[in-house]
């Protein structure tokens, strides 16, 4: 028992977090997003609108820590309708909803101070964009006939790259990927990431969508480097305002956008592609 415990804490602390916590945690996050996409779609709107909210709260409280200073509710009201105008709307919906939404969140904001208007107004311009704009793409995927197979797909891809990443970096991983934005980050784990996921992406792509493998082999390769791309700004956010996680709300996680950062990016490749697939009857 021993050993066991002090090889859990030697992986532990060469992947900086917690592996037993992580691992359920995911599993609990899967259960809810495939009962919910499968069996009550609107309902996993619901779960994403509420995650979403959440992770607002915690980079309106990491921009704090960071000395800028914005008001929570204006911003989770914004996310909401941009969610909103996604889920009923589509993409026409998002489009017109960010254009409405940015605007009156900057008056807002003027009206409310006009001290370190540019700071406050470019970190909710942020917010606003990276958070609700990009998870709108995650409930365009949902919102359709295919629904719970375009989310089975980015789940896939994210959780391959996610995952072996993880694996290849704590067993093989020497070279730092990004060392002065993500120490534990290698090129190790980046190379376990990209054959896991073009392998998963591919089976995925033939069996569940439909569609040719090599273009499913194609996406994974696209996804790692979204993923990737997507982990890398959240740590670029975090190191500028000295915060090591975003929250604490998820164990083995830290919080909620520690944990939907890379499918923030990918969402959106993932729903272009699929709409270029369509569209050109791949």
Same mark, same amino acid.
């Given at each position: 028992?021993?050993?066991?415990?002090?090889?859990?804490?030697?992986?532990?602390?060469k992947?900086?977090?917690?592996?037993?916590?992580?691992?359920?945690?995911?599993?609990?996050?899967?259960a809810? %997003?495939?009962?919910?996409?499968?069996?009550v779609?609107?309902?996993?709107g %619901?779960?994403?609108?509420?995650?979403?909210?959440?992770?607002?709260?915690?980079?309106?409280?990491?921009?704090?820590?960071?000395?800028?200073e914005l008001?929570?509710?204006?911003?989770?009201?914004?996310?909401?309708?941009?969610?909103?105008?996604?889920?009923?709307?589509?993409?026409?919906?998002?489009? %017109?909803?960010?254009?409405?939404?940015i605007?009156?969140?900057?008056?807002?904001?003027?009206?409310?101070?006009?001290?370190?208007?540019?700071?406050?107004?470019t /970190?909710?311009?942020?917010?606003?964009?990276y958070?609700?704009f990009?998870?709108?793409?995650?409930?365009?995927?949902?919102?359709?006939?295919?629904?719970?197979?375009?989310?089975? /797909?980015?789940?896939?891809?994210?959780?391959?790259?996610?995952?072996?990443?993880?694996?290849?970096?704590?067993?093989f991983?020497?070279?730092?990927l990004a060392?002065?934005?993500?120490?534990?980050?290698?090129?190790e784990?980046?190379?376990?990431a990209?054959?896991?996921?073009?392998?998963?992406?591919?089976?995925?792509?033939?069996?569940?969508?439909?569609?040719?493998?090599?273009?499913? /082999?194609?996406?994974?390769?696209?996804? %790692?480097?979204?993923?990737?791309?997507?982990?890398?700004?959240?740590?670029?956010?975090?190191?500028?305002l000295a915060?090591?996680?975003?929250?604490?709300?998820?164990?083995?996680?830290?919080?909620?956008?520690?944990?939907i950062?890379?499918?923030?990016?990918?969402?959106? /490749?993932?729903?272009?592609?699929?709409?270029?697939?369509?569209?050109?009857?791949?």
């Amino acid at each position: 028992m021993d050993d066991i415990h002090s090889i859990n804490e030697a992986i532990n602390k060469k992947a900086g977090r917690k592996l037993i916590p992580s691992i359920l945690v995911s599993l609990s996050i899967l259960a809810v %997003v495939f009962g919910t996409i499968i069996y009550v779609p609107i309902l996993f709107g %619901v779960f994403i609108w509420f995650a979403i909210l959440l992770a607002i709260r915690e980079i309106v409280h990491a921009y704090k820590q960071g000395g800028i200073e914005l008001p929570e509710f204006p911003l989770q009201l914004a996310g909401t309708a941009l969610l909103v105008s996604a889920w009923y709307g589509r993409v026409s919906g998002l489009a %017109v909803a960010i254009a409405i939404c940015i605007p009156n969140l900057l008056v807002f904001l003027l009206v409310k101070t006009s001290k370190d208007f540019i700071k406050r107004s470019t /970190a909710a311009t942020f917010a606003i964009f990276y958070i609700p704009f990009l998870a709108g793409f995650i409930l365009l995927l949902a919102h359709h006939e295919d629904g719970a197979a375009r989310i089975f /797909a980015l789940v896939v891809l994210v959780s391959c790259n996610d995952t072996f990443a993880y694996i290849f970096g704590v067993l093989f991983g020497k070279h730092p990927l990004a060392p002065h934005i993500s120490p534990k980050k290698t090129w190790e784990g980046l190379t376990g990431a990209l054959i896991a996921t073009t392998v998963g992406s591919a089976l995925v792509f033939h069996f569940s969508l439909h569609s040719h493998w090599w273009l499913g /082999a194609l996406i994974g390769v696209m996804a %790692v480097v979204t993923a990737t791309c997507g982990d890398l700004i959240e740590s670029a956010v975090k190191r500028d305002l000295a915060i090591k996680d975003m929250g604490a709300i998820l164990p083995g996680h830290g919080g909620i956008l520690d944990r939907i950062d890379s499918v923030l990016f990918t969402g959106p /490749a993932v729903w272009f592609v699929l709409e270029l697939i369509k569209h050109f009857n791949l």
